[in-house]
């Protein structure tokens, strides 16, 4: 990022957060999104040195403006904002129009989580409602937080991407091709939209539909930013994205007492129901990515895809950067 004049503050920001990504098992944000960042800065519609600044604000809200920023930036600094605010007077919600790509929404959620407080994070995205994905994290006790993150899609579109790289198809019911038909490949999947959580009609897929519908009137709608289809599409880069995030941090100390224990406490008794097979134990939102950061840490290091490799390896020669050996 820093070889297409991104400040190393800034740049440090995003390579914590497409780390964090895989380390936790979501590939989908991790590295697999790098060229799309280093593509906005190449072509000039991401202010790479950007600095969010406060539009207005109140004692426990705030509308703030990232000024084209980074997206991990711009949530970095909205996410801060609603922490103190939380801390000050039991709430703090803060929106951000003015935006990019900010990564995985959890990353944020846990930032808060890890100072006690519960966490919403949510960003749209483009083509009238893909994927706006919505995050949250509840504090457990001893750093056993209830982390959910996910798309209000299906899936998310990076999985498609990953799917592409990998050179596989993907399963039946994510997506449909640009004539709405329904496809398992993926480079027609990724050239056209992902359904909604759930599905079709028959499999509730207009509850995923409104739960998209939510996030963009949490970030779009109430921060008076583009929303829907009125958004850039993704693969295009001749316009900023201009994308919103929404941030609503609460701190349970401000309720009843005791928060963290009964959060571990109804974590417990879901992973110890009898699992419908053994050898797959009932799991919450965050056990999966702590059985990935596990399993790092295990074997040393990330295990990348030799495909995402090799792409990576193309991306540094074309920026001429030589990558640091292990």
């Known amino acids: 990022m ?10 440090s920001a995003l390579a914590d957060l497409l780390v964090a990504a895989d380390l936790r098992g979501h590939f989908t944000h ?3 999104r790098l060229e799309m960042y280093v ?7 991401c202010a790479g040195d950007a600095t969010p600044v406060i539009i207005k604000e109140s004692v426990s809200t705030a509308l703030v403006d990232g000024k084209n920023g980074l997206g991990p930036v711009v949530g970095n600094f909205c996410m801060d904002l609603a922490i103190q605010k939380a801390k000050q007077t039991g709430v703090g919600w ?8 900010y990564g995985i929404a959890g990353w944020y959620a846990m930032t808060a989580s890890k100072q006690g407080l519960m966490v919403e994070s949510s960003l749209n995205s483009d083509c009238a409602i ?3 994905p919505i995050a949250l994290a509840a504090p457990g006790e001893k750093g056993d937080d209830f982390v959910l993150d996910m798309a209000t899609s299906v899936v998310s579109g990076g999985k498609v ?38 599905g079709d009609e028959t ?7 409104g739960l998209g519908m939510m996030v963009e009137i949490f970030c779009g709608i109430l921060t008076g930013a583009p929303y829907g289809s009125n958004i850039r599409d993704w693969t295009r880069t001749d316009r900023p994205a201009d994308l919103s995030q929404c941030f609503v941090a609460v701190d349970p100390s401000f309720f009843a007492p005791g928060f963290e224990g009964r ?10 129901m009898e699992p419908e097979a053994p050898q797959k134990p009932v799991l919450v939102a965050g056990d999966p990515e702590r059985l990935h950061m596990r399993k790092v840490e295990q074997e040393g290091g990330i295990t990348y895809h030799i495909n995402q490799i090799n792409n990576l390896w193309k991306l540094a020669k074309y920026l001429d950067v030589t990558p640091l050996q292990p």
């Open 130 to 132: 893909r994927t706006n």
């Open 39 to 45: 593509n906005d800065m190449v072509k000039k519609v």
């Open 94 to 101: 803060v929106c951000a129009k003015g935006s990019n790509h």
């Open 263 to 272: 959060m571990t406490d109804l974590m417990n008794h879901c992973r110890n």
């Open 203 to 209: 499999h509730s897929g207009y509850k995923g539909f």
């Open 161 to 198: 991407e990953v799917a592409c790289v990998k050179g596989e198809d993907v399963p039946a019911g994510w997506a449909l091709d640009r004539d709405g038909a329904p496809t398992t490949n993926a480079e027609r999947a990724l050239d056209g939209y992902l359904l909604p959580l759930g």
């Open 30 to 32: 991790g590295l697999n």
């Open 2 to 11: 820093t070889s297409v004049a991104t400040p190393t503050l800034q740049a």
